[in-house]
C-alpha cells in the first residue's frame, strides 16, 4: 500500500498505474484523474466515489464482486475482466453492465443469508430441543404437546 500511496503522492498528470502492487483496496485518489490502471491486485472492491474526471478504469484480474452503485459519467472504457463477475458483454452500457454485476452480488447475498439463516435454526433448534432438556420437562411434567 505504501507503494501505491507514493505514487499517488508523485502523481501530476497522465496515468495513475497502480497494477501490480498486491493491493487489496485503492488508496485515495487524486483529483483530476483521468486514467487508472489498477488491474492485477486483490482488489476486493472500488472506492464509492472515483474521481469525477476518470475516463478510463482497468482493474483487471482483481477479486471484485461488486461495483460502485455510479462510475463517473465521464467513464469510456472500463475493462474489468477476470473478476468474480461475468465479463461486459459488446453492447452493453457501462451503466447497464454495473447494474447486472450488482444484481448479481445482490442475489448471492441474499443467498448466503437464506444459508446462513437455516444453518443458524438448525443449531438452535439442536439447542433448544436436545433430548436432555426435553426429557428434563418432561420429569418437571411439561406437556410437551403444548410446545
Known amino acids: 500500500m505504501e507503494q501505491a500511496k507514493e505514487r499517488v503522492r508523485?502523481?501530476?498528470?497522465?496515468?495513475?498505474?497502480?497494477?501490480?502492487?498486491?493491493?487489496?483496496?485503492?488508496?485515495?485518489?487524486?483529483?483530476?484523474?483521468?486514467?487508472?490502471?489498477?488491474?492485477?491486485?486483490?482488489?476486493?472492491?472500488?472506492?464509492?466515489?472515483?474521481p469525477a474526471d476518470l475516463q478510463l478504469l482497468n482493474c483487471m484480474s482483481n477479486q471484485l464482486t461488486t461495483l460502485?452503485?455510479?462510475?463517473?459519467?465521464?467513464?469510456?472504457?472500463?475493462?474489468?475482466?477476470?473478476?468474480n463477475f461475468p465479463d461486459i458483454e459488446d453492447d452493453e452500457t457501462i451503466p447497464d453492465y454495473v447494474a447486472r454485476v450488482n444484481a448479481i452480488a445482490e442475489a448471492a447475498s441474499q443467498e448466503r443469508i437464506v444459508a446462513r439463516c437455516g444453518l443458524v435454526f438448525e443449531e438452535l433448534a439442536k439447542k433448544v430441543w436436545h433430548p436432555l432438556r426435553v426429557e428434563r420437562l418432561m420429569l418437571a411434567g411439561v406437556d410437551m404437546e403444548d410446545m
Open 10 to 50: 508523485n502523481w501530476t498528470s497522465g496515468p495513475l498505474d497502480l497494477s501490480t502492487l498486491g493491493l487489496t483496496e485503492l488508496p485515495e485518489l487524486p483529483a483530476g484523474l483521468t486514467t487508472l490502471y489498477c488491474s492485477e491486485n486483490q482488489i476486493t472492491r472500488l472506492p464509492e466515489t472515483l
Open 68 to 83: 460502485p452503485k455510479t462510475l463517473p459519467i465521464g467513464i469510456t472504457i472500463f475493462t474489468c475482466s477476470n473478476n
